[in-house]
Structures are given as structure tokens and as C-alpha cells.
């Protein structure tokens, strides 16, 4: 049973049981903010939902569902943060990937716009640049080279295109590489500092693809969600595309060792044929310090030793292979046993 809003500001957080959707959930609470999250818990957790939101367990692919959510509550903001964003894995999960990301998003603005909401707010990603160009930056011209990548830069079009159109303000947020406690331990697909730390406490070797020089710029959660959630406050940020993140960047192999120094472990690696992935990721955030006056204030060390803190408590955990593989050509060997396990 869907309750009737009460009077005031209200927002619609998706994927608020998940990991950086839980935090923006939060932030938004705490900012005064009216909370109502969206979520079909395939990749969050109930119990991670923050005390005061409202859970509606479903999914932005639902078009019942999410026009029955806009009639009822009237949300004067949208936080949309429900994605699959296993970017390796979207080459294999085609159909998935463009149903859940693409179609699910167009849902939300259908609504959005219907309801002449105050404020869109699309967590995208730096997967929309692409390859050999970094440091990314917001004005260069997107060219994803895979299906999440895609799914993402289509929808950031579509909002473009639906504020043009019909008016709707919005604001893209690109985060990049984001880590910290509520991360899916168990997701076996994505997140490599959730897969090392459980592969760690479960006493199993790390995975890596390829040779482990890949470079990314890993960013805690805290200097994420906190300014996408208090972005609906800043007037210029409407009508922006933002990256947000950490400014510096470490190969896997580095990030390998310092995760394991703070678990006191000597762990094996186990090194697989290399994927099909963007090599070096790093982004330009000069336009987030001007309109939001975000700079990362997490270092990778203090940000690993908070989330391994919370990883020790929470446990490890057994994630489930994904069940749907569209395409088994040249699916990578760990994940090919995972769909057979």
C-alpha cells in the first residue's frame, strides 16, 4: 500500500536501498527533505534503506508502479541512482542493460515531466567518454564503447532532449569508480573493492583481469552522494553535466596491496584473461569545485580502512551469479563458472 504524501518537499530516491542511492537518501533526509525510495532490492539491502524513508520495493522498469508513485506523492524532486552498472558485463547482458538503464530512466521522465517536478537528478557515469580520453572532462564529445557506457549517454540525451521539449530542469551528475560501506560485498560482477575485501574475508585469491595496470581514480562515497543530493539548492548547477570524484588515480595492482595490508593478509592474486574495458579512467573535476564546491576529501587509504571497518562487521557474503547472460561468446572464464556454478 502506496501512502499519500504529506505537505512539502518530497523526493523520490531510486535505488535508495543500494549503495550510493542509500547515502544520497540519507543526505536528502537530513537536508529536510521528504524521502521515498524506489527499489526492487536485486542489488540493495532493506536494511540499508535510512530510518525515516519510505521503501517501495519495485522497479523503475514498473510503468504502473512508477505512475502510480508520481500521482500519489507529487515529488518535487527526482534522485534516479537505480542502475545494473556492471559495465563489463553489459556487453553479455545487452537486452538487460538496456531495459533497466535506458527504458527505466525514460519511465521516470515520462512522469517527471507530466508532474512538472522541480529538479531531475541523473547519476550517469564516466563510462560515456569512453576510451583515450583523459582527463575526461564534461565538454568533450562522448563515445561509450560499451552497452552501459551507451545506455547511459542515451538517457542523458533523452533528459536533454525532454528539457528542450517540455522544460524539465535536471542535472547529471558523471561519478566515477565509487567505493564505501553499503557497497555490495557479494556482487561478483562489479565493484572490485567489494569483490577484493570479500574475496579477502572468504580466504580466496583476488581477481584480476588482465595485467593490473589499469588505471582509476576510486572515490568514497562521502564525497559523492552528499552534493548530488544537495545539488537541487544550487541554481547553477541545472541544465550541467557534472563529474564527480576522486582526482587521483592508482593501477588495480596498487589498489590489490593496499587492500590487503589494511586486512593484515598476505593474499594470492589470480590474474584472468584481460576484458573488454576502458584501460586508463580519470577525470576533470574543475567544474564540480566551481558549482559545487566539491574536492575530494577522502584519500584512498582512509577510505579503504573506513569501508574495511564496516566490511569486518557486515561479513562476508555470497553473491549470485547474474541468471539472464544474453551472449556466451567470449564471456571471461570466471564468469562463464559463475553462470554454471
Known sequence: MITKAQSGVCSLVTGGAGFIG??????????????????????GFADQVPAGAQLVTG????????????????????????????????????????????????????????????????????AVYGSNQVPMKEDMLPQPEDPYGISKYAAELDLASAHRTFGLPYIIFRPHNVYGEHQNLGDPYRNVLGIFMNQLMSGRALTIFGDGMQTRAFSHVDDVAPHI??????????????????????????????????????????????RNEVYQAYACHDKARELLGAAPRVDLEEGVSRMAEWARRVGSRSGKPFSGIEITKQLPPSWAALSRA
Do not use: M, W
Open 229 to 274: 543530493a544537495e545539488s537541487v539548492n544550487i541554481p547553477q548547477a541545472y541544465g550541467q553535466v557534472i563529474n564527480i570524484g576522486a582526482d587521483a588515480s592508482y593501477t588495480i595492482n596498487a589498489l590489490a596491496e593496499i587492500i590487503t595490508k589494511e586486512f593484515g593478509s598476505k593474499a594470492t592474486i589470480s590474474y584472468q584473461p584481460a
Open 22 to 43: 542509500s547515502h544520497v537518501a540519507k543526505k536528502c533526509l537530513a537536508i529536510g527533505h521528504r524521502v521515498i525510495v524506489l527499489d526492487d532490492l536485486s542489488g
Open 59 to 126: 522497479s523503475v522498469t514498473d510503468t504502473s508502479l512508477v505512475s502510480e508513485l508520481f500521482a500519489e506523492h507529487k515529488f518535487t524532486y527526482v534522485y534516479h541512482l537505480a542502475a545494473y552498472a556492471a559495465e563489463g558485463l553489459s556487453h553479455f547482458i545487452r537486452r538487460f542493460n538496456y531495459t533497466v538503464n535506458l527504458v527505466g530512466t525514460v519511465n521516470l521522465i515520462n512522469e517527471a515531466v507530466k508532474a512538472e517536478t522541480a529538479c531531475f537528478v541523473f547519476a550517469s557515469s564516466i
